[in-house]
């Protein structure tokens, strides 16, 4: 099948869904992702020996939890998850839940830093599995040069920064603040075959292709909604199964782009399934992608 040069991208409207992660204990990270990131639960359905855990804010999910115990744990050296980002509609917002999360004796924080298009605070689970916490500036304010977005790692200092945003009423509110899943930030074992899936195949657009070791893409102009780096992971192959990362969800607005996703697959001979309301995939290093419609139910979340 042929691919027309208007059907090599994904809509400007893409975003991206609930990540879901294997988890060894259910109800310690739920607890730790309730009480850390002000999340509840929004559904659970059991599946064979497995129980799968949704849990967001309001009627946003933004994490699906599959308890797999019997599975090693998660190896920062292998592809596969970097960190998760959380996206936060105002600096108060963001605060709000960074305390949170330093309130927590199970978080690990690992750094804060002024990326030029957004302010954005990292963590590690219980599991040792990446967050991140972040805010966006005004597209505005992002420095581009032709098809790059300028962006950079500068220190951000955390103290400075809950002492100007946090307020009480943001603090007791949380839960009820709105959030997303910003991006995904994946480990992979080389930015060229990642480029070849994730940009050539799948349709999202490079951003920034001079940080070393790294490559960021995204859909409609956005600073990224993937980024690949092999910083711990160079060389890696497929991924063996363990915790961790078990989804990577995209969603575009209709039915046109999952057929235009479908013939792109097929033109390279990726293999993929398809129900005619999302796509499943799977990468070079065997992390598993759906790319699905907006009107997703919790049923067919819960069903992946």
Do not use: C
């Amino acid at each position: 099948m042929t691919v027309s040069l208007d059907d090599r991208l994904l809509a400007p409207e893409t975003s991206m869904g609930a990540v879901t992660l294997r988890v060894a204990d259910l109800e310690g990270m739920s607890s730790y992702y309730s009480r850390a990131f002000a999340m509840e639960p929004v559904a659970e359905r059991t599946r064979d020996r497995e129980v799968h855990r949704v849990l967001g804010r309001g009627l946003t999910p933004l994490v699906r939890l599959v308890h797999t115990p019997d599975l090693p744990g998660v190896d920062p050296r292998q592809a596969g998850l970097f960190h998760t980002a959380f996206l936060f509609e105002s600096p108060a917002s963001l605060a709000a839940t960074v305390y949170r999360a330093t309130q927590d004796p199970r978080s690990r924080f690992v750094g804060s830093s002024d990326h030029l298009v957004s302010e954005a605070f990292y963590f590690t689970d219980p599991e040792g599995n990446g967050v991140e916490l972040y805010v966006d500036r005004d597209r505005d304010q992002w420095v581009r040069h032709g098809n790059e977005i300028r962006m950079a790692t500068e220190y951000l200092d955390p103290n400075v920064y809950l002492k100007r945003h946090l307020t009480e009423e943001t603090l007791d509110a949380a839960v009820s603040q709105a959030g997303t899943v910003g991006h995904v930030h994946l480990q992979v074992g080389d930015l060229h075959t990642a480029r070849a899936f994730y940009v050539d195949a799948l349709g999202f657009e490079t951003t920034q292709t001079e940080y070393p070791g790294a490559l960021f893409a995204s859909a409609g102009g956005y600073h990224h909604h993937l980024a690949m780096n092999v910083w711990n992971s160079r060389g890696s192959g497929p991924r063996a199964a363990g915790l961790g990362l078990g989804d990577v969800a995209v969603t575009v607005p209709d039915t046109a782009d999952l057929e235009s996703l479908t013939a792109r697959l097929r033109a390279r001979s990726i293999p993929f399934g398809s129900n005619g309301r999302s796509v499943t995939v799977t990468d070079p290093w065997g992390t598993h992608v759906t790319v699905a419609l907006p009107d997703l139910t919790t049923d067919e979340l819960m069903a992946r």
